[in-house]
């Protein structure tokens, strides 16, 4: 990147369809692809580094079948570069995952496979590049439920040129049943779950994500762009920890373990991810990705392998009736010492990642995070007028207005399954960084179904790093789809960023994507929301621009 300019506050898709081919499916593959009964989930392409990567895609059959494929520098294969074949079946799901090795460093390269007398869809691909580079673009995306819409976000970064690579923080897909969250907007939208039920078994994950590699836009964007990726709770059940997960009843849904397990299979069977190197299992989910002498990129594993038990502020509410009693919570349970949600062999390969780009000079050191990390407590919305006094003559029926000015008169942490409740393993996690030099980090962050520009510090005031947060693909705003209406949402943010001095900006209205573009002395965050999610689209629309510098003191957002 030699300029981070800032264009029109909107921007047509459209008009960057004009570029390269490594940007997207014409439309004369795109219809052919659509014809293909054989590849209906489309290819993908993932897990780089800078000499082989994942190739992906699945075959629609009933019995084992052999697949060829093959690796080119050129769209018209004419000296493919590397090529074979691999049968699947039934036992991987009829999956293909290719890792094809001896590839060059920042190369493009086209990929396809063929089976059953047909050719899938060409995708568009390239290794991580080694020694200088001058420009990445990055698109950050996360929480895309298939009922809540058409995943437009992805087919926007299809055709964006400025985006070279995807990272995924999670939520890829949702677990829950047809007629759970989202279930009426589905019906309207003729995107209901499936299977019906809530997905607990190896053959529901496998339904699950099968109904979710059809989306259109999904197909156009992995083939389009590799896919760095890591998982939050959805991906398994809502809120999981070591020993279970909120929305797991063993009751009537069995052993966790187990469930656990067909999630995490399902998972390594349909993303474009490399299997677990020798001596690590499949929990064991994080990366690290090295951009030549730019930037590294690190991803986290939150959920399966060290994460302790949720503060459950429904425990609490009885309890927690004055400031004092808040304090005590946040000191005593919240904040106690050993709570984790990362573990020592995660941090060793963390701290090992920041030490090495810190040698090597590199300017640029990214954490793909599952969930917010910033310092977010909630206001007093009941003193600010925003949500009646739930003691009061006007008392909302909303309950969720009540839980709300009850965590805003105790000015508690918004969420607890956030880093926020977990305030000892953040300042574990802050020291390490400062420890190995890395107190420049930049969060790229989903899970909360908002857009946020964070200014980060640790629990002393020394600057952390910046956290730039993006809004759920198709997952609404929290507010909004708690009951408060579109006017109120608006306040609501602008109370959060107002009350947290660490938020700089957040807006809980939209859905989108985040585009990221780093030089090598500045970076520039996009908030591109997607509107129309009720019919498919690529349409985008500019909310916020921030710029990120490099000032004496670290980091800093200015909006742009």
Known sequence: MTELNAPSRREAISGLSAATFALGLSTAEAARAASQGVFRHGVASGDPDASSLVIWTRVTATAPVEVEWEIAADESFSRPLRRGRLRTGPERDFTVKVLANGLEAGGRYVFRFRALGETSPVGRTQTLPRGRLDRLGLALVSCSNYAFGHFNAYAAIAVDAAVDVVLHTGDYIYEYAGDGWGSETARTLGRVHEPAGEIVTLSDYRIRHAQYKSDAGSKAMLAAKPL????????????????????HQPATEGDWAARREAALQAYYEWMPIRDPAPGRTRAQFWRAYVFGDLATLCTLETRHTARALQVDYSDWRDKVQRREDAEALERETIGASGRRL???????????????????????????????????????????????????????????????AWKGRMNLPFYPDTWDGYTWARERFYASAREAGATDLVFLTGDSHSFWANQL??????????????????????????????AT????????????????????????????????????????????????????????????????????????
């Open 228 to 247: 760095l990726c890591c998982w939050d709770d959805h991906e398994s059940a809502n809120n999981p920890w070591t020993g279970g997960a909120e929305n």
């Open 342 to 404: 990362i573990g020592p062999d995660q941090e060793a390969d963390l701290s090992a990642a920041w030490r090495a780009s810190v040698a090597a000079g590199q300017p640029w050191r990214l954490v793909g995070n599952p969930m917010p990390i910033a310092r977010t407590r909630v206001p007093d919305v009941v003193a600010l007028g925003l949500v009646p006094d739930p003691s009061g003559p006007s008392a909302s029926t909303n309950p969720a207005a009540a839980v709300l």
């Open 457 to 486: 510090a640790d629990g002393q005031g020394r600057p952390a790093g910046v956290e730039i947060g993006t809004a759920g693909v198709t997952s609404p705003g929290d507010f909004v789809e708690s009951g408060f209406g579109v």
């Open 489 to 560: 949402a608006g306040k609501l943010d602008q109370a959060f960023a107002d009350h947290n001095p660490e938020v700089l900006w957040t807006d809980d209205l939209h859905q989108g994507y985040v585009r990221l573009e780093l030089s090598r002395t500045a970076g520039l965050a996009t908030y591109l929301a997607t509107p129309g999610l009720d019919r498919p689209g690529r349409e985008v629309e500019v909310l916020r621009r921030y710029r990120i510098d490099r000032r004496s003191s670290g980091l800093s957002l200015e909006e742009a």
